[in-house]
């Protein structure tokens, strides 16, 4: 189902049809890639059953480990080792046991604060892709992956919150989260999410249907306003579709 030339909502059965699709598509997105590669990943819960496929065969000998970086769209003001670590989960699910350890990029969470934590993730993130300009015909990551949150949110940009708006820095502090967990945050800002060929959300569960449902009638969440340069893909499992959505 096509939204328009650059975005498209792909319906798959289930959360496990949506994690294969997901690796499928980001298989592919590193063929398509130069020598070296940039990929974006999120936190939350729907990502995991994707990480855990990275790691194991098929996929696992298909992505070539030494010339794939690692990225975090947003994370938990919280130490490394916590369970509510995005990078933690990626680390956990396949990470550690496939990447090399000079291609994880995690954000700083010993910093003194998040947005002492931003100033550093942002200053890597520069640094690695050789640029301070983000320049729509040369996108930064290869693929973003992203979610949605019961509030719309995506990534740690909440509604109203300043950093949804944020247009000059690539990574920003947030005090405090609008939703679960309750922590202090630091996220990519959209500018920045959206310098990627691919965007891809899963989005999997009954539970997600109605905050998908907003987003697909154009109601101007963050999530819906998150998109690619290049390719804005929603994968949505049968539980999460909207009934009355036709595409
Ligand atoms: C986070 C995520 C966040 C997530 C959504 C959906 O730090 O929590 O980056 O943006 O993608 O909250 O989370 P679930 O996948 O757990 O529903």
Known sequence: MVLNEHRQVIAVADAAALAKTAADRLIARIAAAGERIAICLTGGSSPKLLYELLGNEPYRSRIPWHR???????????????????????????????????????????AADPDEAARRYEIELKAFFGTDRLEPGHPLFDLVLMGVGPDGHTASLF?????????????????????????????????????????????????????????????????????????TVWLVDRAAMPENFHG
């Open 68 to 110: 794939v970086h690692w990225f975090i769209g947003d994370e938990r003001f919280v130490p490394a080792n916590d369970p509510l670590n995005n990078m933690a989960m990626a680390r956990q699910c396949f990470l550690n046991h496939c990447a090399p350890l000079v291609n994880i990029h995690p954000v700083a969470t010993d």
């Open 159 to 231: 509604p109203d919150y300043p950093a949804l708006t944020e247009t000059g820095r690539w990574v920003v502090g947030v005090p405090m989260a609008a939703v679960a967990p309750l922590v202090p945050r630091v996220t990519l800002t959209l500018p920045v999410l959206a310098s990627c060929h691919e965007m891809l959300f899963e989005v999997s569960g009954v539970d997600k249907r109605a905050i998908l449902s907003r987003v697909l009638a154009g109601e101007q969440l963050p999530a819906a306003r998150a998109h690619a340069v290049g390719e």
